[in-house]
């Protein structure tokens, strides 16, 4: 896991008779801006040379804040060191921890059915009409109501999975038993579960992982961790949980300046800037970004996951009692 202090840019320009090339890159640091400026110069000037000779590169780094498209480290201004373990603020303004090795795994809810519900419904509208095409002579009321079946596929498809996640007992208690189903063929595994406003977190607590052990992997298919998440801890190895609530949430229609991913911050916009942080701190404080609700499976820990959930728990008041947001 990368997290930088400094953050630099660098361009060059490269003119021929036939063509002009300009390149950007990034340089970072964790030691001075003067590191990092010398880095991003080395940096444009290498993929510059490469350009000329003809090679296939980007012209110009996007300034996102993680997701190792290009495997940049995670862009994002520090705001704690502790150990290991980094709390950043992210792009829109809330903290996030990011450790090494301790395994976060955040589970959103659904928010409608699944593709493979759609397939199976529009299977069973076309299929039926279908048959009694090939078996008897076909009936044109069929027809049409085969036909106002599919147009008002995700409609009714909506409705039946709400039918559905009512009977199994909500969205929260779905995940609740995919994570036991996931842990009863795991009895070493131990999991500190929050629920938050849009799914439910777990925390591994039994040993660490590496991002890239197949173990994390099947983890994240098992209980449907978000595609993206799970590509971004691959590729910056580290995982990450927010902690502290998501800005609109608490009542913040400003947005954080400068915009997403634009980290470092030009000088120009800091006092804006920090008086959009003490607005949100002040905010944030009547609200935690998850509760605690449960542990589950071997309860065995270790002490870097105990050190890992201790911070996790203090930053996000978890165990608080407050609205989570």
Known sequence: MLIPEFWAESRARHRSKNRQITVRRFGWSDTSQADAQAMADRRVQESLQRLIAGE??????????????????????????????????????????????????????????????????LAITLGIPALFTILVEPKPALIIAAVAMVVLGAWICDLIFSAWLKLQGGPERVMQRRIERFLQNRPDWHFRIYRTPAGIRAIAM???????????????????????????CRLQKCFRARVSPKPWRIGMTRHIRPGRGAWPAPPEVQPQRQAWIDDYESRSKAYAACRFMEAAGSMSTTTRTNTVCRLHDEFSRAESGLPIA
């Open 206 to 232: 039994h040993r660490t992982f590496l991002a890239d052990d197949p173990e994390v992997a099947k983890c994240f298919d098992a209980l449907g961790a978000d595609r993206q998440y799970a590509r971004m």
């Open 56 to 121: 296939t590169l980007t012209r110009r780094e996007p300034k996102v804040p993680y997701g190792g498209a290009d495997g940049l480290p995670i862009r994002e201004e520090v705001v704690r060191r502790a150990g290991p373990d980094v709390l950043t603020r992210n792009s829109y303004g809330a903290l996030c921890l990011n450790s090494p090795d301790v395994l976060f795994i955040d589970i959103d809810f659904p928010t409608g059915p699944p593709l493979k519900f759609y397939a199976i419904y």
